[in-house]
């Protein structure tokens, strides 16, 4: 609805002037008859003449046109329907058809009577167009999302009610009672709340990284209910064929156990694991009985050597970092207390060494001609001669006994490897590290990861660089005390995660070997989830190692049965990535091909799809969570079997619409119907003039 209202920029009395001049111009020419025509022609050129020159002259006063507009909007009322997993669960097929056509027909109701009806699910953005759209299988919840993003889509709009349709069950984000919502939930219970005899396979608790001829443990937490006096069988599968197998007593009626399993890391690769508790006979759910592990077993782990020619509180400090990560096996050599043993390491330490007792001269020896990537770190018992000639990164001149006091300051420049923000934040509170006080000279390709500061002045000084140069890996720590950084970080935050990522990092720049392929696809992770694209990643080289594009790439993924897809891309300079939707659950394995400059590349590789499987990990419908809802925002809770109730309450109140009015104001001088207008007046007095024997 709209209406209109003519306003002038300047004074109304004027409107009368415009029309006394009109009148005065339109008399003064057609008063006298003086044409040949009739009197009652000569008054209608009169009133033409009139009406043209008025509107002539009331344009030139800016009149204006205000016009109010009038939308009514409908009260809506938004279905918010769980379509979680865990519905289709308890509901078969049938049941769940008949309830929704229930929905449906609720939702026709409240149309008639008044109403907007909307839907939103836990995984669709937009309102669906029908609730039998709707096919249950969202395979997480988060009710508090949902919720959140009905506040979000109908802020300042006529929202008059939500109905949440759920079973009361989430597994992802907050708890949705604990946040207040600027409308009435009204809350419909699915499912069923009464405890039934069931065996709930809760979680698996594994190491994903096991070694080639050990053993490693496998822990499945298992919950019973209404099944005392039963006795459980757990077995494990791979391939099919049973691995372990363990009896477990029910002696409660709710009664939660460990069961623990050592199994053999035998061959190589991932192992996908099947754990399966087997239903009894009155067991009501079967579908929470089985979960999934997929276990990667390698050769063995990267062995990294700690050198120095004394024990200091450092060398915990480190170690501790680096046990962190289950890929790495620490040896410590100390001269009287671990002697130097050769072997095969991917990366050494050397605190203090080369030391003034010259105590390691092997282990520099085997660094030098086997090319092992080293971090030097200087101590009181370092002969920095020696360290001069040997580390290839820093070189220190005027050596002196005395020391320094350095704070360590993060160079933003940096571009090793990539350390967060928040951590290099944290490294500005640490404490200082005792340096020499000398002049330091850094080779071309050494890059500074922290300066030093001395008291309050931050100075270009290097405290910790990194290189790779001609194939070698080195890292220098100018400086001793860091235990003090992780002691530091567990007294202000409760964990080691800033100092143990930076060790972490240094370790993985210097154990990780250089990869001088051309061609390389590969996965992003070495893990995806079944509702999640698995994407690889390409990268072509040129002879000096140059990014280049435009390659077609022809990938084979083959699954755990030996079946093959085949997928062709081509890169390109704003995307390098390529994305496979639709994967089930399983191990893969894939083969990429090429060819680059006449040469026919390959790359080979495996990843593993799981299933989160966290939709049937609980059944049981949670009503109190629903009554709540209900309860906190002004709506009423109920069963399934009560949507005629619901119907009847919701349709007690007159649904209300809601206003909105809008002013918009037009100037007549910008209106095309006021130009057409005057070009009518003029051409229809000009043509009575004309066709009457006048100018």
Request: net charge neutral; hydrophobic share 40%; charged share 20%.
């Amino acid at each position: 609805m709209s209406r209109y209202n003519l306003l002038f920029e300047s004074s109304p009395w004027l409107i009368g002037v415009g029309m006394l001049i009109g009148f005065l111009y339109a008399a003064g020419l057609y008063y006298k008859h003086t044409g040949p025509w009739g009197k009652n022609l000569n008054l209608t050129l009169a009133i033409l003449r009139f009406l043209l020159i008025t509107q002539l002259i009331m344009l030139l006063f800016g009149p204006l046109i205000k016009m109010i507009k009038n939308t009514f909007e409908k009260p809506a009322i938004v279905f918010a329907i769980d379509n979680s997993t865990s519905i289709s669960e308890i509901i078969d097929s049938v049941h769940r058809a008949g309830f929704k056509q229930q929905l449906e027909m609720l939702r026709e109701n409240l149309e008639t009577a008044g109403y907007k009806t909307e839907i939103q699910t836990l995984d669709d953005p937009g309102s669906l167009p029908n609730v039998s759209d709707i096919d249950f299988a969202a395979e997480q919840t988060d009710l508090f999302a949902l919720l959140n993003r009905i506040t979000n889509i109908y802020e300042s709009r006529n929202l008059a009610k939500v109905i949440l349709v759920s079973d009361g069950l989430f597994n992802r984000g907050m708890n949705p009672v604990y946040k207040d919502y600027p409308f009435n939930i009204f809350t419909l219970g699915l499912g069923d709340t009464i405890r039934h005899p069931d065996i709930n396979l809760n979680a698996l608790l594994y190491n994903r990284i096991a070694y080639q001829g050990n053993k490693f443990p496998l822990i499945a937490e298992l919950f019973t209910s209404g099944l005392k006096g039963n006795d459980l069988k757990i077995n494990i599968y791979n391939k099919g064929i049973n691995i372990a197998s363990k009896q477990v007593q029910i002696n409660q009626d709710e009664q939660f156990d460990r069961v623990q399993f050592l199994l053999e890391a035998d061959e190589t690769g991932i192992k996908h694991y099947v754990v399966r508790a087997e239903p009894v006979d009155n067991e009501s759910i079967v579908a929470n009985n089985t979960k999934e592990a997929y276990v990667d077993i390698i050769e063995g782990r990267l062995k990294i050597l700690i050198a120095s020619p004394a024990p200091h509180p450092d060398i915990k400090a480190i170690r501790s970092a680096i046990e962190k990560n289950q890929n790495y096996e620490v040896t410590l050599s100390i001269p009287g207390i671990n002697p130097y043993k050769r072997d095969k390491y991917d990366a050494v330490i050397l605190h203090g060494v080369p030391d003034k007792r010259n105590q390691f001269g092997p282990l520099l020896k085997d660094i030098k001609s086997e090319n092992i990537p080293a971090w030097f770190i200087i101590s009181n018992h370092s002969d920095l001669k020696q360290f001069n000639k040997l580390n290839g990164l820093v070189r220190l001149q005027n050596i002196t006994r005395q020391k320094d006091q350095a704070f360590p300051v993060y160079n933003t420049d940096f571009q090793i490897f990539n350390y967060s923000e928040n951590y290099s934040n944290k490294l500005g509170a640490y404490p200082p590290l005792l340096v020499p006080f000398t002049k330091f000279i850094l080779h071309p390709e050494a890059r500074v990861m922290l300066n030093q500061k001395i008291g309050s002045i931050a100075t270009t000084k290097p405290l910790l660089v990194l290189s790779q140069q001609a194939g070698q890996k080195r890292t220098v720590l100018i400086g001793e005390g860091i235990w003090q950084w992780r002691l530091q970080e567990y007294a202000h935050d409760k964990d080691f995660a800033a100092f143990d990522e930076l060790v972490s990092k240094i370790i993985q720049f210097l154990s990780t070997k250089n990869d001088k392929r051309r061609f390389r696809v590969y996965p992003v992770n070495n893990e995806f989830i079944t509702n999640e694209p698995v994407v690889f990643e390409t990268e072509v080289y040129n002879e000096i190692y140059e990014n280049i594009f435009g390659y077609k790439i022809d990938l084979q993924i083959k699954d755990e049965t030996g079946e093959t897809t085949g997928y062709t891309y081509v890169t390109s300079e704003n995307n390098s990535k390529y994305r496979i939707t639709g994967l089930r659950k399983g191990i893969y394995t894939y083969v990429a091909k090429s060819t680059v400059s006449g040469k026919n590349m390959q790359m080979d590789g495996r990843f593993t799809v799981k299933d989160l499987q966290i939709e049937s990990t609980r059944l049981r419908a949670d009503f109190g969570l629903l009554r709540a809802l209900a309860s906190d925002t002004g709506g009423i809770f109920f069963t399934s079997g009560e949507i005629d109730k619901m119907q009847q309450e919701l349709l007690k109140e007159n649904p209300k619409s809601k206003i909105y009015t809008t002013e918009d104001y037009l100037a007549i001088i910008n209106m095309k119907w006021g130009f057409f207008l005057l070009i009518l007046l003029v051409s229809i007095e000009w043509f009575l003039r004309k066709y009457y024997g006048s100018y």
